[in-house]
């Protein structure tokens, strides 16, 4: 068991953070290459204000028409993005765990705190499911990768708040804990959890095209 | 509830249904796909989480009672997602079914770019379905015929070029019956602005070349029309995925102004025209932005009220409402200036709501209309939310300054019994200025 964990939090997490940093600089390699190949016109469109407007807006809670519309997915979203980039950058034990590895830390959550952020982010993917089995519309969309994708994300911090608590076997927690972490941050670069690394861009090329060329809002 | 729909033929959907093999499917697909498509495409399949968020933008949807394969990602999963997962092997009934979705159940109108987080532009993916159909041969009649009447004409209407000079003549002597030294100035080299319209024009609605010419001349603009093909700047080849026809057709306009030696192109209030020279027909000719200056009517009018060319004798009493057609208010930015134009003519105007960026499409727009009498029925059944938000304002006159979306209202509040009156601005202008000689 020990060995295992050691194993799972020394080379397989040195592989997850090597294939999560090089994946996601392989995909925005690949973008614009290809928007260099195939539509070269974007850059031409690309204008930093509009892109920045356009993003702006859309980080903004409530400041688009559809945010307006549907308060409940407004505010899940949001807390549900914050709490999942927060956690785990900021938890006391992954902080420690860099400054025993490399001699850097920062600033770390309370860990009540934290434990409250983590119950949110499970929330909020609980609520992503509810959605998708209820609403009609969402139901249609949905295909078994969604389902799949809901669990990468839920996984590290269901384990993650049972190790904490001590429940189940803790060492095995721990394990499963590291290990689907990993399999989160290796999966972001190649399924749609990528919409972390596309949707900057995505946001900034519409916002461009809707500000600079057409004239009109794109919230 | 949303009334039922009857099963729709369309014969040349039939006819390419019989001979479609699925070897050509594969080929126009991949040729699409990889060789054509490219960040874009990649980026927005990539990125859709399947949020559903998009859908409550869509009139066609929301007219449907919420049927989740009319929202926009819906369309996008019975179609595009399908090819992908696939790797091309689909069948010739689904290209059939596809070319249906994205020719009939999206109007391409950019709605639901403004209710996506992530702003993935659905218009662009039906336009590509629309493009590897066309690659099969599998686009629907009416408005193949209409792609095809460009290519061999220039023009949308099979209009003969003899027919067009005579038709301008015919309201140049109509309209010199009111104004003695009215001219319609043919090929007059060095023009301030050439005027260009769309092929419908011409071929039925002619009085509007009637309102226009007496508007120039009113207001002593120096102006001229091309007496040659390059005179329309419709362009339906744009809306099949023909792009190679919307190439030649969109550089026959712009060398036409430019022989012309024209300083810039105002068009008539036609919405699709104006996407086609100023965001997609340019675009493909490797231009930015239109090599000529083009000035939609609504900002022409708006420059005429504003420097007080053009004199209102009496505003328009009846109680207006305003339609904002995708392709220059969410296309162009025309919202505030239609509004301004609005307020000049008429003296008791009212908005719909919702309103500018955010109004409810036509249904008729992006080809829709073109795809004929088959489709009819669905179109109307697919926009009652239209007819709602019409009904509401209650205005009785509603003033729509593109072709597409006056034809496609005009449908709508008809079957829907909305009782407006359907305008465009260049009728108000006609009826209430101040006529020289009066």
Request: aromatic share 12%; charged share 20%.
């Amino acid at each position: 068991m020990h060995t295992l964990y050691n194993f799972v939090s020394g080379p397989l997490a040195w592989i997850a953070f090597l294939v999560f940093i090089g994946g996601c600089f392989y995909k925005l390699y690949n973008l614009i290459t290809l928007t260099q190949q195939k539509e070269s016109f974007i850059f031409s469109i690309m204008s930093v204000k509009y892109g920045l407007r356009s993003i702006g807006h859309w980080l903004t809670p409530f400041a688009t028409v559809n945010m307006k519309n549907n308060p409940v997915m407004t505010v899940v979203t949001f807390v549900f993005h914050l709490s999942l980039f927060i956690t785990p950058i900021f938890l006391l034990a992954h902080v420690i765990l860099w400054d025993e590895s490399f001699n850097i830390s920062w600033w770390s959550l309370p860990e009540q705190i934290a434990d409250i952020l983590t119950v949110v982010v499970i929330a909020g993917c609980c609520y992503f499911l509810y959605r998708r089995l209820t609403d009609p519309t969402v139901k249609y969309l949905t295909s078994i990768s969604d389902f799949i994708l809901l669990g990468i994300v839920a996984a590290p911090f269901l384990t993650g708040f049972l190790a904490y608590h001590q429940l189940f076997d803790y060492q095995l927690m721990m394990i499963l804990h590291v290990l689907s972490g990993e399999i989160m941050l290796v999966a972001i670069p190649f399924t749609r959890l990528s919409h972390m690394i596309y949707s900057p861009f995505t946001r900034a090329y519409i916002g461009s095209e809707f500000g600079g060329v057409r004239h009109a809002k794109d919230w | 509830m949303s009334e039922p729909e009857k099963a729709i033929t369309d014969d040349n959907l039939e006819r390419c249904l019989a001979g479609l093999t699925k070897e050509r499917i594969k080929k126009a697909i991949d040729q699409v796909l990889t060789k054509e498509s490219g960040a874009r495409l990649k980026a927005y399949v990539e990125t859709c989480v399947h949020c559903g968020l998009c859908a409550d933008a869509c009139h066609v949807y929301l007219s449907k009672d919420k049927n989740p394969i009319y929202s926009p990602a819906g369309k996008v999963k019975r179609t595009i997602w399908e090819m992908i997962r696939k790797n091309g092997n689909v069948s010739p009934e689904f290209i059939k079914e596809a070319s249906i979705i994205a020719s009939t159940e999206c109007n391409a109108c950019k709605r639901c770019v403004m209710y996506c987080p992530f702003g993935i532009d659905v218009a662009y993916l039906m336009l590509t379905v629309r493009r590897i159909c066309h690659l099969c041969g599998m686009t629907p009649m009416y408005i193949q015929d209409t792609a095809h009447s460009h290519a061999v004409t220039m023009n949308q209407m099979w209009v003969k070029d003899d027919e067009w000079v005579d038709t301008l003549q015919w309201q140049e002597e109509e309209a010199q019956a009111e104004m003695s030294n009215l001219r319609i100035p043919l090929d007059k080299e060095g023009s301030e602005i050439m005027y260009s319209v769309i092929g419908p024009e011409p071929k039925f609605q002619a009085y509007l070349i009637y309102n226009m010419a007496y508007i120039f001349n009113a207001v002593k603009a120096d102006w001229t029309m091309p007496s040659t093909p390059g005179w329309d700047n419709s362009d339906m080849a744009m809306y099949t995925g023909d792009n190679e026809i919307m190439g030649r057709v969109k550089r026959e306009h712009f060398e036409t102004a430019e022989r012309l030696k024209v300083k810039r192109i105002v068009m008539g209030e036609c919405g699709h025209a104006f996407r086609s020279v100023y965001d997609m027909g340019n675009r493909w000719l490797g231009w930015k932005m239109p090599p000529i200056p083009i000035v939609h009517a609504i900002d022409y009018y708006y420059e005429l009220l504003k420097t007080g060319k053009l004199k209102i004798k009496e505003k328009f009493k009846k109680k207006v409402t305003l339609h904002d057609p995708c392709n220059v208010i969410r296309g162009g930015g025309l919202a505030e200036k239609s509004r301004y134009v609005a307020n000049a003519l008429c003296e008791n105007f009212v908005e719909m709501t919702p309103n500018r960026e955010h109004n409810f499409c036509c249904n008729a727009g992006g080809g829709v209309i073109n795809c004929g009498p088959p489709f009819k029925t669905k179109r109307v059944l697919s926009n009652r939310i239209k007819a709602e938000q019409m009904k509401a304002t209650g205005a009785e006159v509603l003033i729509s300054p593109c072709h597409n979306c006056h034809s496609g209202l005009e449908d709508i509040n008809h079957h829907y019994k909305c009782g407006l009156e359907i305008k465009f601005f260049s009728e108000i202008i006609y009826e209430i200025m101040e006529k020289p000689g009066e």
